[in-house]
């Protein structure tokens, strides 16, 4: 089993959707946890960060933590054709030193206009 | 704010030639440093990463090598290179556990 494992899409859905993407994970030591954001032949941008069970808003993102079900999640309302890109999660053990992420292998989406 | 440059953007390379990918880092001081390759379906593998000067820790055996001279240079180098080790080259930095990754340099081996 893979450490981290998210759905590997693709995935198209119209502007002004709501759309879910998902990462589960085998690793319950885990602590951290990101969302990365990468557009073609780019390099990827941090979107979301947290480090607990819960959410966490940020404009029309919305980064969910499940860590009893060691489960994670983005939420994007209101879906924009600049939204399509390449979404990877990424999670971490530590802080620091030794804070080497974990990828997913990520999910693209497109929104159609 | 901190800024993350790599140089080249994209680079051919026949087989067998050598290879050296340079990324810089401004506006923050001893960050990690890291290097990753991203091919097509594979997601992201670390290949390098620093934790300061002269410090590298390899992640995967392969005909690469990584080089830290200064505290926020570091250099991505190969003496031959392999149709394998085509790729997107990224270089990232942290100083705590959410890393930042610069704009990448495309290589293509043929």
């Known amino acids: 089993q893979k450490e981290v494992e998210q759905d590997p899409g693709p995935l198209s859905v119209p502007e002004g959707a709501i759309v879910s993407l998902n990462c589960t994970y085998s690793?319950?030591?885990?602590?951290?946890f990101m969302w990365y954001r990468q557009y073609s032949r780019k390099g990827p941008e941090l979107l979301m960060y947290t480090y607990s069970s819960g959410n966490k808003e940020d404009g029309r993102f919305t980064a969910q933590v499940d860590k009893s079900s060691k489960y994670i999640s983005l939420f994007i309302r209101d879906s924009q054709p600049s939204d399509s890109a390449t979404y990877l999660c990424a999670m971490s053990l530590h802080t620091g030193a030794n804070s080497k992420l974990t990828f997913g292998k990520g999910i693209t989406l497109s929104v159609r206009p | 704010s901190q800024t993350i440059h790599q140089w080249p953007a994209t680079l051919v390379q026949p087989v067998g030639s050598p290879l050296s990918l340079e990324c810089t880092v401004e506006g923050t001081s001893n960050p990690n440093l890291y290097w990753y390759r991203q091919a097509a379906g594979r997601g992201l593998q670390l290949l390098f990463y620093s934790v300061g000067i002269g410090q590298i820790s390899s992640e995967v055996p392969q005909n690469l090598s990584a080089s830290r001279p200064q505290d926020r240079q570091f250099i991505l180098s190969s003496k031959k290179l392999l149709l394998s080790d085509s790729g997107f080259y990224l270089c990232a930095w942290s100083v705590e556990e959410t890393q930042y990754f610069g704009p990448g340099t495309r290589l293509l081996v043929l």
């Open positions: 690793n319950s030591a885990f602590q951290y």
